[in-house]
T-cell receptor, first 115, second 115 residues
Framework: GAGVSQTPSNKVTEKGKYVELRCDPISGHTALYWYRQSLGQGPEFLIYFQGTGAADDSGLPNDRFFAVRPEGSVSTLKIQRTERGDSAVYLC?????????????FGPGTRLTVL | AQTVTQSQPEMSVQEAETVTLSCTYDTSESNYYLFWYKQPPSRQMILVIRQEAYKQQNATENRFSVNFQKAAKSFSLKISDSQLGDTAMYFCAFIPMNRDDKIIFGKGTRLHILP
């Protein structure tokens, strides 16, 4: 595709439920990032993939959050036992590995609302 | 720890005027990139301008220019001849050079261009 796509655009769920958020990066981009943007804040890093492996997951807030990228392309962010504090926009970005200062291209995000 | 600070939560300016958004940052890295991102209501994060820390010359992109003061760790964005389409959240951001790593964002400045 032409850009990073994310589905769904909006997700409303109830406290305690499980959700999956999908990111489809730009074709050929080996690096993939997840960020979380709370209301009125800048995006905060969650996890970074290089290929299929998580190179840095230091931003995941707790063990309810997990992300995979099994084939090195599409990634899924999984949140178990959702809490109201998980409500935010979840942004995905991808970049081309090996280019110094490679630009990260962002998707439009998924707005998650936990009731 | 690396931090990015934007001291202006919100600004308004008349169309066609010039506006400057402030940003300061803190890092022990010697080589890095600085960015200004624009986020309109569509949530799409768009790269406006990028500055390499080793370059003394300030970056420019059409109506957008920066004032980069490395010693002061200051990186302001100037928008000339502002247009209604410039209305958005603007985020200052930082990333170390030669690393595929997380972007550190500021909290943002909400800019309103008034007709």
């Amino acid at each position: 595709g032409a850009g990073v796509s994310q589905t769904p655009s909006n997700k409303v769920t109830e406290k305690g439920k499980y959700v999956e958020l999908r990111c489809d990066p730009i074709s050929g981009h080996t690096a993939l990032y997840w960020y979380r943007q709370s209301l009125g804040q800048g995006p905060e890093f969650l996890i970074y993939f290089q290929g299929t492996g998580a190179a840095d997951d230091s931003g995941l807030p707790n063990d309810r959050f997990f992300a995979v990228r099994p084939e090195g392309s599409v990634s899924t962010l999984k949140i178990q036992r959702t809490e109201r504090g998980d409500s935010a926009v979840y942004l995905c970005a991808s970049s081309k590995r090996g280019t110094s200062g490679a630009e990260q291209f962002f998707g439009p995000g998924t707005r998650l609302t936990v009731l | 720890a690396q931090t990015v600070t934007q001291s202006q939560p919100e600004m308004s300016v008349q169309e066609a005027e010039t506006v400057t958004l402030s940003c300061t940052y803190d890092t022990s890295e010697s080589n890095y990139y600085l960015f200004w991102y624009k986020q309109p209501p569509s949530r799409q994060m768009i790269l406006v301008i990028r500055q390499e820390a080793y370059k003394q010359q300030n970056a420019t992109e059409n109506r957008f220019s920066v004032n980069f003061q490395k010693a002061a760790k200051s990186f302001s964005l100037k928008i000339s001849d502002s247009q209604l389409g410039d209305t958005a959240m603007y985020f200052c951001a930082f990333i170390p050079m030669n690393r595929d790593d997380k972007i550190i964002f500021g909290k943002g400045t909400r800019l309103h261009i008034l007709p």
